[in-house]
């Protein structure tokens, strides 16, 4: 089974902290994925990276940036946390081409 | 390029009743089309995907969805709904090798 993991459930931050999100997949997929899950908004892609040392912005990067510095690890870092991004942050990971991507169980992060 | 939407957001029913919620796409080349699933508190899992061949696609828990082409739909159906079932359901739009996942359908099954 493909496994997703993040490195935390919940976490609570204050304004202005650097926040590091960080998530490992363990099928050796080239394609990984960052996205945001907000109520009635679904899932919002924030940043995905098709290979190491590659990324590429997504539709709401603005306020977050990425790092694939290693193929299974992929993070997303919040470079002054601020509260309109309290929100549930979702890691995914794929194969190449348009396949299944296998999600991770998700980091609920609170901004004080 | 494939457009995909579903137009139910809340469905509300009673254990036992038959489901089938609505995914609509817009034709425009090769197909490729995806239920998700996300139980409370539990991660975003597949549900079941077609690319080709049978158009009736069964996936897990007695989940199926069928692909007609001539009404451009694939919809997720299950003829007995659980209690357990209660979750937010995604039927993603897709291009290229990324997903669009819009709010999805909530499903509350009464007991």
């Known amino acids: 089974d493909v496994k997703v993991t993040q490195s935390s459930r919940y976490l609570v931050k204050r304004t202005g902290e650097k926040v590091f999100l960080e998530c490992v997949q363990d099928m050796d997929h080239e394609n990984m994925f960052w996205y945001r899950q907000d109520p009635g908004l679904g899932l919002r892609l924030i940043y995905f990276s098709y290979d190491v040392k590659m990324k590429e912005k997504g539709d709401i990067p603005e306020g977050y940036s990425v790092s694939r510095e290693k193929k299974e690890r992929f993070s997303l870092i919040l470079e002054s946390a601020s509260t309109n991004q309290t929100s549930m942050y979702l890691c995914a990971s794929s194969p190449p081409l348009t396949d299944t991507q296998y999600f991770g169980p998700g980091t609920r992060l609170t901004v004080l | 390029a494939q457009s995909v939407s579903q137009h139910n957001h809340h469905v509300i029913l009673s254990e036992a009743a038959s489901l089938e919620l609505g995914c609509n796409y817009s034709y425009g080349g090769t197909v490729n089309l995806f239920w998700y699933v996300q139980y409370p508190g539990q991660h975003l899992q597949l549900l079941l995907k077609y690319f080709s061949g049978d158009p009736l696609v069964k996936g897990i828990k007695g989940f199926e969805a069928e692909f007609i082409k001539s009404k451009f739909s694939f919809n997720l159906r299950k003829p007995s709904v659980q209690w357990s079932d209660t979750a937010e359901y995604f039927c993603?739009?897709?291009?290229?090798?990324?997903?669009?996942f819009g709010p999805g359908t909530r499903l509350s099954v009464l007991p």
């Open positions: 993603p739009d897709n291009y290229g090798q990324n997903f669009v």
